[in-house]
Nanobody
Framework: QVQLVESGGGLVQAGGSLRLSCAAS????????MGWFRQAPGKEREFVAS????????YYADSVKGRFTISRDNAKNTVYLQMNSRKAEDTAVYYC?????????????????WGQGTQVTVSS
């Protein structure tokens, strides 16, 4: 079992930067691929980025490619999402998730554990 707690959300101006963190409990963090998803009001939850167990492979949604960077520190049981060049359409609740899959899956159904989410609001 893995418990995930996101932090770092808040209000940021368009064009600004923000870094989200997700701290995981337990000693098996390195055995999980990790992902970030987001859900805007009235919309379905969507994939943002994922990273493999070792951090060697990463995947991004086209909408964030080149602006967001996912990374992880297995020694600290933490995964990060660095968000640059923020746009108003990035406003959403951001969720961290863990998957037992090895190759950083992009589908929601592949993730076994979810955090409670952190609100990110981009003002124009």
């Amino acid at each position: 079992q893995v418990q995930l707690v996101e932090s770092g959300g808040g209000l940021v101006q368009a064009g600004g930067s923000l870094r989200l963190s997700c701290a995981a409990s337990g000693r098996t963090f390195s055995t999980y691929s990790m992902g970030w998803f987001r859900q805007a009001p009235g919309k379905e939850r969507e994939f943002v980025a994922s990273i493999s167990r070792s951090g060697g492979s990463t995947y991004y949604a086209d909408s964030v490619k080149g602006r967001f960077t996912i990374s992880r520190d297995n020694a600290k049981n933490t995964v990060y999402l660095q968000m640059n060049s923020r746009k108003a359409e990035d406003t959403a609740v951001y969720y961290c998730a863990a998957s037992s899959g090895a190759f950083a899956p992009v589908g929601l159904a592949s993730y076994n554990y979810w955090g409670q989410g952190t609100q990110v609001t981009v003002s124009s």
